[in-house]
């Protein structure tokens, strides 16, 4: 399964940088197949260890503040591995064909 996910502090200030960090360090120190862009972070992996991720993810940033958002979004396609960037793959091969 994919998980793509974002989460933030709320009432810590303007800048949640550091927050997020925290919440990405997790993720990466996982090993899981991950990829952050600008507004979500994805992971890939069985459904136990991804949401584990997700839940310590939040833990870490709710260590910053009192109150937590987190947004979650799942594709869940048993049997299929590798979908991080083989998604993206059939994309990007699609846009070269016209």
Do not use: Q, Y
């Not at 810590?12 to 925290?22: H, K, L, M, R, Y």
């Amino acid at each position: 399964m994919l998980v793509a996910f974002s989460v933030a502090p709320l009432g810590a200030g303007e800048s949640v940088t550091e927050a997020v960090a925290d919440a990405v360090r997790v993720v990466r120190e996982s090993g899981l197949p991950n990829r952050t862009d600008a507004m979500f972070t994805t992971i890939e992996g069985e459904w136990d260890e991804v949401m584990d991720v997700v839940k310590r993810a939040t833990a870490a940033v709710g260590r910053h503040g009192h109150r937590v958002s987190l947004v979650l979004k799942a594709d869940i396609r048993p049997g299929r591995s590798g979908e991080l960037t083989g998604k993206v793959e059939r994309v990007e091969a699609a846009l070269a064909d016209g």
